[in-house]
């Protein structure tokens, strides 16, 4: 009788070990990216789709937000409305464009004009620039 409860304290104490894989702190040796968003495949999708019949080659306010232009046109470049970069990383509300997407401009209209994109879109835009508006 002694033997077998050795036995169940021995099986019940494995039986806690497997536990230590449910530890939140035991993220395993690679970290996951801290990344939710990524600029080709979530953000330049929002300006092939809404943007680029205007700011396109020799766009309005000098702004091409094609694939391969948008990003250098966009972050940490002036904005030539204001005296805000058109992107900030980490900065929405110092970010031109995100300021134009919720329609919180002081110059200008709203983008797209009169007719804003819906708030899950413009979220995106905001997480990928508090996310430090990466080239990711
Ligand atoms: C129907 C044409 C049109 C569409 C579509 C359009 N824009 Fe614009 N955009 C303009 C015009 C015209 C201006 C300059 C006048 C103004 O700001 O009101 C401008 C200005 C801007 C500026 C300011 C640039 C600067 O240097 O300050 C940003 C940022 C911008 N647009 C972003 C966008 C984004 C992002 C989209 C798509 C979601 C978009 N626009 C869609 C016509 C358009």
């Not at 091409?64 to 509300?93: C, I, K």
């Not at 134009?100 to 002081?106: E, I, R, S, Y």
């Not at 004009?113 to 080239?135: F, H, M, N």
């Amino acid at each position: 009788m002694r033997r077998v409860l050795c036995l169940l304290v021995t099986v019940s104490a494995l039986a806690g070990c497997s536990d230590y894989g449910d530890d939140p702190a035991d993220t395993g040796p690679v970290d996951p990216p801290s990344e939710t968003v990524s600029f080709a495949t979530d953000v330049q999708p929002i300006f092939d789709n809404n943007c680029v019949g205007c700011h396109g080659d020799g766009g309005n306010a000098g702004l091409d937000l094609r694939s391969g232009l948008s990003y250098t046109n966009l972050v940490q470049n002036p904005s030539t409305e204001s005296a805000l970069a058109r992107v900030e990383p980490d900065l929405p509300m110092q970010s031109w464009l995100y300021l134009k997407l919720t329609g919180q401009q002081n110059f200008g209209t709203e983008m797209p004009p009169g007719s804003l994109l819906d708030a899950d879109t413009t979220d995106l835009v905001r997480t990928w620039i508090e996310e430090g508006a990466l080239d990711n």
